[in-house]
């Protein structure tokens, strides 16, 4: 069983769609996307997270555009080193890959999928390319799949992940097979009994979370914008609001998936971390003990620890 006082050994910042268009231009004449990344990455210092990555899980550029990669590269990289993090990128339907090699990953332009293997200690992220250029559905080719079956032969110390734009999964809300992952059965032949803990992706524009051959998948919102989920069957609304991204913490037994949203809201009570911090010094007892006070008395007895 975990331990409620164990520490994640790795955490990952997981954005997704972030749809950067010509600059100055807004997305659909009104989401300023420049200004949503810049407001998560904001909020992260703010947090003075110490991320071991920043992974963005596709549609980086909304039409592929170089201007839009050359901001959004420095922009997240700048913020990465003020973190302490580095960078790890996915192809997703909306960038091309000859922009998405040369100017994120400082590679020859190519049409072959971005396939790629990195490493946090003993963790291992590897990024898989679900796109077929001039598509907006998906398909992992034999080759990718014979790839990622040789790699996954080899487990590591602490285990897998696996990133890719498009979710290996059914999509409850928009009955759309022209942008889904197709063949979806051939990668779970590949991941199924693997030492893959958690699979991330994006492209739907809403938070959800399932099983993908019996591994937690977890699909990271836009921060552009949001596709709701109360449309009417066949209908689609994306609208300017509700932008999250995702804090992926990983434990030795478990991995946790937490959504957070890009903005900012009205504050309706803050509680003290010099305070906090003292009362998770206490013992899970004593915790428990105050925590049965009336809210009054709660601070002035944890105020009274601090004149200890
Ligand atoms: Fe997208
Ligand atoms: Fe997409």
Not at 129 to 150: C, F, K, M, N
Not at 172 to 183: A, K, S, T
Request: include cysteine; hydrophobic fraction near 40%.
């Amino acid at each position: 069983m975990t331990d409620p006082n164990e520490r994640p050994s790795r955490f990952i910042v997981h954005m997704s769609d972030t749809h950067l268009v010509a600059a100055g231009d807004l997305l659909y004449g009104k989401v300023d996307c420049d200004a949503n990344v810049a407001a998560a990455l904001a909020q992260l210092e703010a947090a003075q997270f110490r991320p071991d990555a920043i992974l963005l899980t596709g549609d980086l550029a909304d039409t592929g555009l170089a201007e839009a990669y050359l901001r959004l590269r420095p922009q997240i990289e700048a913020a990465a080193e003020r973190l302490g993090s580095r960078v790890i990128w996915v192809m997703g339907n909306h960038d091309k890959r000859d922009q998405f090699r040369s100017l994120l990953l400082d590679q020859e332009p190519s049409d072959e999928p971005v396939d790629e293997v990195h490493w946090i200690g003993g963790l291992r992220i590897i990024v898989l390319d679900s796109t077929v250029p001039g598509y907006h559905h998906g398909e992992i080719t034999d080759a990718q799949l014979a790839w990622l079956r040789s790699e996954l032969a080899t487990p590591a110390a602490e285990g897998t992940i696996l990133a890719l734009h498009h979710p290996p999964m059914p999509d409850p809300v928009y009955v759309n097979v022209g942008i889904e992952l197709q063949d979806q059965h051939k990668l779970a032949d590949v991941v199924r009994g693997s030492d893959i803990r958690s699979i991330l992706a994006g492209h739907l524009h809403y938070s959800t979370n399932t099983t993908f051959a019996g591994i937690p998948l977890s699909v990271a919102s836009a921060t552009c914008y949001t596709n709701t989920v109360t449309e009417p069957e066949g209908s689609t609304l994306g609208v300017d609001g509700a932008q999250s991204i995702n804090l992926v913490h990983v434990y030795e037994e478990q991995v946790v998936h937490t959504i957070m949203p890009v903005h900012t809201f009205p504050t309706l009570y803050e509680t003290n971390g010099d305070l906090m911090r003292l009362f998770n010094a206490l013992t899970v007892e004593q915790q428990v003990a105050v925590l049965a006070m009336p809210i009054t008395e709660r601070m002035s007895y944890v105020s009274a620890l601090r004149a200890d």
